[in-house]
Structure formats: C-alpha cells, structure tokens
C-alpha cells in the first residue's frame, strides 16, 4: 500500500504576550491509501492542532510551524502559501469538524453548501452540481434529498447536520478525509450510523481518513492503526489490535482503564454511612403522571414530558438515559420546578412540589439541587468561587459571619477534590473537570438530600469522567444522598445506578435494576440503544455489520404514544402498546 501523507517531525506552538506554547512537539506518523488511523489523547493533547496544521487552518500569527515537514501526495503542505492550499483543501483533502450547527452556513440552503465546492474544485455547471449534491445527500443517507437539498441548516437536526458535513467533506471524492470528533455531540444510535457511513463511503471511494477522538469505543471499530498523544507527543503507536491487547504506555493503560464497559458486572456498592430515616418506607421522591407541554406556534404542541411516573427510594441512584430530545432533561427540571408542570404531581417526602408557593420552594430548594450539563456555562464568570458556592450559603442563611463562609467554601472544595487555596480563583482559571467539580460543591453547600445529576460528565475527556464518577458515589456513600442521573452514555450509567429508566419522545419506555436492563432488554427501542453503543474491543466491533440508515425526523418508530408502562417481570416496566 502506498503511502499518501507523512508527517515528519512536526513541532507547532502558539506565541502568547510573555511565552511560547508548544502544542504540537516532534510529531511523525504515516498515512496509508485507504487506511484509517486513530489518534487518540484527552483534551489539550495536540490532537486537533495536529490535524489542523495538516490542513493549515490554524491563524498564524499566533500559531506557527516550529519545524517539521507535512508531506501530501509528495508535496511539502507546511510551507505552502495560502493561495496553494486553497487549492488541495475540499479537492485533496476534506475535514469534518465537531461541531456541525457552527462549521455549516445559517444562510445558505444545505444544497447550495454542497454544490459550492463542487463548482469551484471540479469546475461542473450549476445544474451538474445539483445532480451530485443530491447523490451526496443519498449517499449519506439522508432521505428525500431532493426536497432537502433547498432546506437550511436549521431545519436538520444535530445528527443530520453532521450527515451533510460529510457529504461537504467527501463531495470531491478526496484522498484524505480528517474527522476531527465527528460524534462527540452525537447521541450513540446517531453515532453508530455516522461511522457506520464514513466506513461504508471509504470502502466506495477509497479515501484514507484521520480519526481524532477521545473515545476508544469508536476507535476500536473504526481504525486500523492508532497514534495515542499525551502533552503534544505521541506515547504509542501500533495496529488497533495491538494497542488494545497488548498497550504498552502507561498513559494508554489508563485511558483503557477508564472506559466504563457494559459487558462487565457492576460492583455492589457499599452501604452508605448516614442512613436517612426512612418514614414508613415511602421512596423519597414519587413523580405521578407528569407532563410538560410547550406551545410551539401554530396549533403545535411538543409534549416533551409526556404522563411518565417513577419513585426513587433514599439513597438510590435511578439513571435515565435516551437520545437527545426524549424528554431526560426536561424531567429533571420539571421535577425541581426550573419548569412549570403542565400536568401531574411530583411528591418530595409525601409532600406535593407542585402546590408550594416560591417562597416555600425556596426553602424546599435546600433538600433538592442540580448539577448541570455545561460546568462553564452554569458558573459567572464574574464571581469567584468562593463566592459561587458562598451565594448558596447566603440565600438559605446557613452561615453567620464572612470566616465561617470561607471556612465551609474551602471544606465543600476539599471534599471534591480541589485545593481549598482554589477558593479565591474565577472559573476560567479551571480546567473542564475542575469545574465541573465547583459545580457539584455548590450543589452541596446547602446539604442536599437529592441531587438531579444533568448530563453531568458529557462534556468531559474519559477518566476525568471516571473521576467524577468515582467522586459521585464517595459522595453518596459518605452523606447518604439520593441521585437522579441524567445521561446518554450507557454504560456510564449502568454502573452508577441502581436502576434505570429509558425514556423515548417524552416517555419511559423501560425500567428496570441495571444489570436486569443490560441483559435482558425488553423494548425494541432500549435493544437499539445497546446495538449501537461502541464496544472497546477490536475484535467484538469488527463482527457488526454495515448497513446504510436513513435518518427518519419526527416519526414514532415504535408507537410509544399510544402505550402503557406494564410490569412484565418483578421490577421490570415495558412500555406496551396499547
């Protein structure tokens, strides 16, 4: 096989007022026709920058290419001019980026956004460019393209979009295609059909692709050789079977080791220190027939909560997993009232949520928190940490002079895991897994007994995410907290919860004890969510097998809307049509 891109020596860094930065140090590694390598590495490893230096999209000033030469189809890229590289990126080489909503145009049709390359690289008429945008949409499996090639980004939804990014990125037919994270905001049945797509398309033209991701379960089934990267270099290369059988860096060690895995058996958690009285054995929280409507204009109503019920008991974790846009966050903030209900009971303790006023939700608030999604979006920028969680401790007057506040901050701050000394810092001074741990200590402050978890380790890189867990469960032994955990990763979620429940267009569609749920899923639905997570081992991924899916917006696969949480088993719901 002949080699089409090698890179030599790569050394990239970024000059700030008083430094340099090196992002990128002595990096070499070889690309293949038809081949596909994975790099793998957590945030800030050098991954991307590699990869867009590659392409040269990096702004220089302040980037620059300390040394190191990028050889493409015998052609040095690293000093090219940017009139030349006009030429080869789109051509020669295509790239995905990760986020598809900010690397699309808002104001132009998908179609047009196709085309557009199309006219400039392979010099076609409108009406040729048409035809092959059209094909493109085809080949990516988006139905109805020919209507679909006049829609706005817009009008997609996530997975769709990056569905389109592809077929921009493959429309002229080029020898290199770079996937800087495809699929990290992808749901994992979306991401099953994304990679199941680029692999179908490489085998019909024959492009080699670089994979950057963090996630060894897509590398496994994806790749055939591996680049690990760590603080800009590369730690360890060699075939995917080698790297996962037989790692051989510590470094790459530990990122196996961090992946939660589903075919494992969960270990029996222990039992917490505080045992918080039981009043007659009633769960702590019970959700009756809860709904959520929004008014959506025109007569259309989105019943994002659609009549779900479900208890959990004290110091129980209840997982709740879905795709994006089955109602998992909704539910969430309906429960603690950031939403209004529109129908349904939600009873903390036997007392019904629904009916307080603000003021006495305001004090109910003291037993009831919620960490977010996005550890960065949810602190102000503004305040220090110090005063991000001490603002907790004010509204419920839990502390009585400016020491004691202090003192509890730096206590709240020792129990996740950080320097108290990190009190007196503002929130973009932290790292992603750091805030998201002042984001679970401000949770804390006011000594919760509930705690709806939203999403809270997506945004983060493996075994930061396994040390959140990890910190997630001390918690729950050492203050007998209860959970509700919000998440699209299953097997996360598997071996965090007691039980889980999985919700479809705003309904439960299972629940079930965990390992029961893993093994013996009932539902259609929950069975095409555990098809499609990424398994990380070469050998199970490379028995799936290829087949081309159409992206179905809007439709009810599995006629939820109509059905009936019936227990089928003790313990085990399914939602059966009616």
Same mark, same amino acid.
């Given at each position: 096989?002949?080699?089409? /891109?090698?890179?030599?020596?790569?050394?990239?860094?970024?000059?700030?007022?008083?430094?340099?930065?090196?992002?990128?140090?002595?990096?070499?590694?070889?690309?293949?026709?038809?081949?596909?390598?994975?790099?793998?590495?957590?945030?800030?490893?050098?991954?991307?920058?590699?990869?867009?230096?590659?392409?040269?999209?990096?702004?220089?000033?302040?980037?620059?290419?300390?040394?190191?030469?990028?050889?493409?189809?015998?052609?040095?890229?690293?000093?090219?001019?940017?009139?030349?590289? @006009?030429?080869?990126?789109?051509?020669?080489?295509?790239?995905?980026?990760?986020?598809?909503?900010?690397?699309?145009?808002?104001?132009?049709?998908?179609?047009?956004?196709?085309?557009?390359?199309?006219?400039?690289?392979?010099?076609?008429?409108?009406?040729?460019?048409?035809?092959?945008?059209?094909?493109?949409?085809?080949?990516?499996?988006?139905?109805?393209? +020919?209507?679909?090639? %006049?829609?706005?980004?817009?009008?997609?939804?996530?997975?769709?979009?990056?569905?389109?990014?592809?077929?921009?990125?493959?429309?002229?037919?080029?020898?290199?295609?770079?996937?800087?994270?495809?699929?990290?905001?992808? %749901?994992?049945?979306?991401?099953?059909?994304?990679?199941?797509?680029?692999?179908?398309?490489?085998?019909?033209?024959?492009?080699?692709?670089?994979?950057?991701?963090?996630?060894?379960?897509?590398?496994?089934?994806?790749?055939?050789?591996?680049?690990?990267?760590?603080?800009?270099?590369?730690? #360890?290369?060699?075939?995917? @079977?080698?790297?996962?059988?037989?790692?051989?860096?510590?470094?790459?060690?530990?990122?196996?080791?961090?992946?939660?895995?589903?075919?494992?058996?969960?270990?029996?958690?222990?039992?917490?220190?505080?045992?918080?009285?039981?009043?007659? %054995?009633?769960?702590? /929280?019970?959700?009756?027939?809860?709904?959520?409507?929004?008014?959506?204009?025109?007569?259309?109503?989105?019943?994002?909560?659609?009549?779900?019920?479900?208890?959990?008991?004290?110091?129980?974790?209840?997982?709740?997993?879905? #795709?994006?846009?089955?109602?998992?966050?909704?539910?969430?903030?309906?429960?603690?009232?950031?939403? @209004?209900?529109?129908?349904?009971?939600? /009873?903390?303790?036997?007392?019904?949520?629904?009916?307080?006023?603000?003021?006495?939700?305001?004090?109910?608030?003291?037993?009831?928190?919620?960490?977010?999604?996005?550890?960065?979006?949810?602190?102000?920028?503004?305040?220090?940490?110090?005063?991000?969680?001490?603002?907790?401790?004010?509204?419920?007057?839990?502390?009585?002079?400016?020491?004691?506040?202090?003192?509890?901050?730096?206590?709240?701050?020792?129990?996740?895991?950080?320097?108290?000394?990190?009190?007196?810092?503002?929130?973009?001074?932290?790292?992603?897994?750091?805030?998201?741990?002042?984001?679970?200590?401000?949770?804390?402050?006011?000594?919760?007994?509930?705690?709806?978890?939203? #999403?809270?380790?997506?945004?983060?890189?493996?075994?930061?995410?396994?040390?959140?867990?990890?910190?997630?469960?001390?918690?729950?032994?050492?203050?007998?907290?209860?959970?509700?955990?919000?998440?699209?990763?299953?097997?996360?979620?598997?071996?965090?919860?007691?039980?889980?429940?999985?919700?479809?267009?705003?309904?439960?569609?299972?629940?079930?004890?965990?390992? +029961?749920?893993?093994?013996?899923?009932?539902?259609?639905?929950?069975?095409?969510?555990?098809?499609?997570?990424?398994?990380?081992?070469?050998?199970?991924?490379?028995?799936?097998?290829?087949?081309?899916? +159409?992206?179905?917006?809007?439709?009810?696969?599995?006629?939820?809307?109509?059905? @009936?949480?019936?227990?089928?088993?003790?313990?085990?719901?399914?939602?059966?049509?009616?």
């Amino acid at each position: 096989m002949d080699t089409i /891109l090698e890179v030599n020596n790569l050394s990239v860094s970024f000059q700030t007022r008083d430094r340099e930065v090196q992002a990128v140090k002595g990096v070499s590694f070889e690309l293949r026709r038809g081949e596909t390598l994975g790099i793998v590495g957590e945030s800030g490893s050098g991954k991307s920058v590699t990869a867009r230096t590659i392409m040269r999209l990096l702004p220089s000033p302040p980037s620059y290419v300390k040394s190191g030469e990028i050889t493409f189809l015998g052609q040095n890229l690293a000093y090219m001019t940017d009139k030349q590289m @006009e030429a080869i990126r789109g051509r020669d080489i295509g790239m995905i980026f990760q986020d598809p909503m900010t690397s699309l145009n808002p104001t132009m049709k998908i179609g047009r956004q196709i085309a557009e390359s199309l006219i400039k690289h392979q010099k076609l008429s409108k009406k040729e460019a048409r035809q092959q945008a059209v094909e493109m949409l085809k080949l990516v499996g988006i139905s109805n393209s +020919e209507a679909r090639y %006049d829609q706005y980004p817009h009008e997609f939804s996530g997975g769709m979009r990056q569905r389109v990014m592809i077929a921009i990125a493959l429309a002229c037919r080029p020898s290199l295609l770079i996937a800087d994270e495809p699929t990290t905001a992808l %749901d994992v049945t979306i991401q099953a059909q994304i990679l199941n797509q680029m692999k179908l398309i490489q085998q019909q033209i024959g492009t080699s692709i670089i994979l950057i991701t963090h996630d060894l379960g897509v590398v496994a089934g994806m790749c055939d050789r591996v680049a690990v990267m760590k603080d800009g270099v590369i730690v #360890e290369t060699g075939t995917t @079977e080698e790297i996962f059988s037989n790692p051989q860096h510590p470094y790459t060690l530990k990122l196996l080791n961090a992946l939660p895995r589903l075919h494992e058996q969960k270990k029996a958690k222990p039992a917490p220190l505080i045992t918080r009285s039981a009043a007659d %054995d009633r769960p702590l /929280l019970e959700v009756r027939s809860l709904k959520r409507h929004f008014d959506m204009g025109k007569g259309n109503v989105l019943k994002a909560v659609n009549n779900i019920s479900f208890h959990i008991h004290a110091g129980e974790t209840l997982g709740i997993v879905g #795709e994006s846009g089955s109602g998992k966050s909704t539910t969430g903030r309906t429960i603690l009232r950031l939403h @209004e209900p529109t129908g349904g009971d939600v /009873l903390y303790k036997g007392i019904s949520i629904n009916r307080l006023t603000l003021s006495e939700m305001k004090v109910m608030r003291r037993n009831m928190q919620m960490i977010f999604q996005d550890p960065y979006a949810s602190l102000n920028p503004r305040f220090r940490v110090l005063d991000i969680i001490g603002e907790a401790l004010d509204v419920h007057k839990l502390v009585a002079t400016p020491q004691e506040r202090q003192k509890r901050v730096e206590e709240l701050l020792d129990m996740v895991g950080l320097d108290p000394v990190m009190a007196m810092r503002y929130p973009h001074e932290f790292s992603g897994g750091q805030r998201q741990r002042i984001g679970i200590a401000r949770a804390l402050a006011v000594e919760p007994e509930f705690i709806v978890c939203d #999403e809270p380790l997506s945004a983060l890189d493996v075994s930061i995410q396994a040390q959140i867990v990890k910190l997630l469960e001390e918690l729950q032994h050492r203050l007998g907290l209860t959970y509700m955990f919000i998440a699209h990763d299953l097997s996360m979620v598997k071996h965090i919860s007691d039980r889980v429940a999985v919700m479809y267009r705003g309904k439960i569609v299972e629940l079930a004890e965990s390992e +029961e749920l893993y093994s013996n899923p009932q539902h259609e639905y929950t069975k095409s969510l555990l098809a499609a997570i990424p398994i990380p081992d070469p050998k199970i991924e490379a028995k799936k097998k290829l087949k081309l899916t +159409e992206e179905l917006a809007g439709e009810d696969k599995y006629n939820v809307d109509n059905s @009936e949480l019936v227990e089928v088993a003790q313990g085990h719901w399914v939602a059966i049509s009616s």
